[in-house]
């Protein structure tokens, strides 16, 4: 029997030793992938993005020579900027598991996996949906070719009825008061 019982401490101390190294590795992994991020600029170097291993937006750049552009356009930019910085975060992931946990553990090769699930790559670049205008248009009358269509000349407006003429009132010729007569007398 003593050899039994040596054995079992044996085979436990074993696995406690295993699941030590595997705790240290995942910590190790954990502590790795915990502190990193991925940046992506737009290729004009107007939007700058960066995410966190958790693909959150951590900071955005939006330099000042993309106040020409239309916003509707700057917005799509910043988006698309995002949806690549979070689809490099698999790959991140990666790195950072064969440099501590190793390629062949299954654990880590899951987390790996659902993170390209919920990170997949981006759908590719669209064209330019927002076409530069090829020169700014005014609407003024002397912008246009044509000459704006004449309005015929309106007939003058009928004269205003004649105003009664206002009436005096006569003078109070009541000598009780001060009221409507000469002021120095």
Not at 3 to 25: G, H, V
Not at 51 to 59: A, E, F, Q, T, W
Not at 129 to 143: G, K, Y
């Amino acid at each position: 029997m003593p050899d039994s019982i040596d054995a079992s401490d044996a085979m436990i101390d074993n696995w406690t030793k295993r699941l030590e190294e595997n705790a240290a590795r995942y910590q190790a992994l954990a502590d790795r992938v915990q502190g990193q991020s991925v940046t992506e600029r737009s290729k004009d170097g107007t939007v700058q993005v960066t995410v966190d291993s958790r693909g959150l937006l951590k900071n955005l750049v939006i330099a000042e020579a993309a106040s020409g552009k239309r916003m509707a356009e700057v917005s799509a930019q910043v988006m698309q900027l995002v949806q690549r910085a979070q689809a490099r975060i698999p790959e991140l992931l990666q790195q950072a598991m064969s440099e501590t946990t190793g390629t062949g553990d299954q654990a880590a090769a899951e987390i790996v996996r659902e993170a390209q699930s919920t990170f997949p790559e981006p759908p590719p670049e669209p064209e330019p949906a927002f076409p530069e205008p090829d020169r700014v248009r005014r609407f003024l009358p002397e912008d246009n070719d044509e000459q704006p269509p004449r309005t015929p000349p309106q007939p003058p407006a009928p004269p205003a009825p004649p105003q009664p003429p206002r009436r005096r009132r006569p003078a109070d010729t009541d000598d009780d008061d001060d009221f409507g007569g000469p002021i120095l007398s």
